[in-house]
């Protein structure tokens, strides 16, 4: 950790399901981000970001706990953080900072749980604490609907996800208005908004679907309508449980997608700009950085996938942006970053210093200088696979390992998109076993695989059995609010 940066309040914006490509400052040619582009231009954006796992629980306990999955054992959907490994929260909580949480945490929920938070506001968790009990069936996957909800949705108007974030943002800027309030206070504070913007469904307010629909906007790189048969083995064996691309019919059902997804980054990205001003107004900005990132990425069309669940950049990676105080202002950060190094960020934030971190020794301060030599891991363990998607990647090269499909291997360098899988070439094997080595240093994906398949026959005993599940009500696709 740094010792010489100077302890300040912390408000950590977190989203749900952003794209890191779908933004103005990340060159977009579409999307309108006023406020994220000025906190880039005002602050540091890490280029190569990802998350923990491309689904939202098991990647917000490793946000939490500054651990990889593998070492969480947060598996999936259902297997949710539950106080018991320690978070940044506990952390900080125990040296005496203030930290509280305000929206969507989708951590377990069972009474008596404690997740470290001096307050938790508007906490959003898992469906009745179980979550979608059906994403533990992988092999054969059971349904949990015909995917159609995702272009259905997809229209101007107020869903229950849009008044929750209303409510959020409102909370947050009231939460600020208090601090400033309050004056000085002994210990630096820290804030986490959690938005549930851009994920799913894809409707949002008319002002921001307005801002594209009837535009000609550019189809997603690779788009196919359907199942592509040219496609990554595991990509259409995703494709096909999902079942989101099975009702596009035309490009003007994917551009209204589209309308959907970017209104919602819009969205987002305006309530962003009203807590930044909030900071701004409780004359609270000299005294507080900011962090905004997302908990996964969205595959919004590429390749003609829609959701998560793929190591693609689209859905593996996230936004990561640092802002504010002793921040070097327009810094594009190339060096591989996770959520696992958030840990270790905050606290360096804010001026605490364990004697030992709790987190994993990967974890490291976004506030150090990183290398670009550095490796990042993710990992996936539920719904569209059948056994585990291991990634890594430096800044020039992500390395994909499937337990029970052929690898992919990408030069980042010659090939930023990601269409070109170099793993089958000739002249790749050796650079290809080199990456495997490394993946293998790291975990043994093997056992992990096996650990995690463990823990969900576990589990579906617990909840009743296979068959019981197959045949049960499932919750949707997305996890409903308190008030739905």
């Not at 998350?51 to 259902?78: H, K, M, Q």
């Not at 990554?232 to 997608?257: C, I, W």
């Not at 076993?433 to 650990?451: F, G, H, T, V, Y």
Request: net charge negative.
């Amino acid at each position: 950790m740094t010792t010489t940066l100077p302890a300040k309040n912390l408000l950590l914006i977190l989203s749900d399901e952003h794209n890191p490509k779908v933004m103005g400052c990340a060159g977009h040619p579409h999307v309108v981000t006023p406020n994220l582009d000025r906190l880039a231009a005002g602050g540091k954006r890490f280029l190569n970001a990802t998350c923990s796992s491309p689904i939202c629980v098991p990647t917000r306990a490793s946000l939490a706990t500054g651990r990889n999955v593998f070492e969480t054992g947060y598996w999936d959907n259902v297997d949710a953080y539950d106080g018991k490994t320690t978070s940044w929260h506990h952390v900080l909580r125990a040296a005496g900072h203030e930290v509280v949480s305000i929206g969507k945490l989708h951590y377990r929920g069972w009474e008596g749980d404690d997740y470290g938070f001096t307050d938790s506001l508007l906490p959003m968790h898992i469906h009745k604490g179980r979550g979608e009990v059906k994403m533990l069936l992988r092999d054969p996957p059971a349904s949990i609907g015909d995917g159609s909800g995702m272009l259905n949705s997809a229209k101007a108007g107020w869903s229950d996800y849009n008044r929750y974030d209303e409510q959020i943002a409102q909370r947050a800027i009231d939460w600020l208005k208090s601090k400033a309030q309050q004056g000085i206070q002994e210990k630096p504070w820290v804030l986490m908004v959690s938005l549930v913007a851009p994920h799913f469904p894809l409707t949002v307010p008319e002002q921001f679907f307005d801002l594209y629909a009837g535009k000609d906007l550019q189809l997603p790189k690779r788009y196919s309508f359907g199942v592509d048969e040219a496609a990554h083995p595991y990509l259409k064996q995703y494709a096909r449980t999902t079942g989101y691309n099975m009702h596009f019919k035309d490009e003007s059902d994917v551009r209204r997608a589209l309308c959907g997804y970017y209104g919602l980054v819009s969205y987002l990205d305006n309530h962003v700009g009203q807590l930044i001003d909030a900071l701004g107004e409780a004359g609270l900005e000299d005294d507080t950085r900011i962090i905004y990132l997302s908990d996964h990425g969205d595959n919004a069309g590429a390749r003609g996938v829609w959701g998560k669940s793929t190591m693609y950049q689209e859905s593996v990676g996230i936004p990561m942006i640092l802002s504010g105080p002793d921040v070097i202002p327009g810094q594009q950060a190339a060096a591989a970053v996770s959520h696992v190094d958030i840990f270790n960020t905050v606290l360096d934030c804010v001026g605490c210093a364990p004697a030992v971190s709790p987190a994993s020794d990967r974890s490291a301060s976004l506030f150090g200088a990183l290398d670009e030599d550095r490796i990042v891991l993710s990992e996936y363990h539920t719904i569209g696979s059948r056994s585990a998607v291991f990634m890594i990647q430096d800044a020039r090269t992500k390395y994909v390992y499937y337990c029970d499909h052929p690898p992919e291997l990408f030069d980042l360098e010659a090939d930023p998109e990601e269409l070109v899988n170099i793993a089958g070439r000739a002249d790749a094997k050796e650079r290809l076993a080199r990456w495997d080595a490394k993946l293998r240093s790291l975990c043994d994906p093997e056992q992990a695989d096996r650990r995690a398949k463990e823990r969900q026959r576990e589990l579906i005993e617990f909840y009743g059995g296979e068959e019981a599940i197959r045949r049960g009500q499932g919750i949707g696709s997305y996890t409903p609010t308190s008030q739905a």
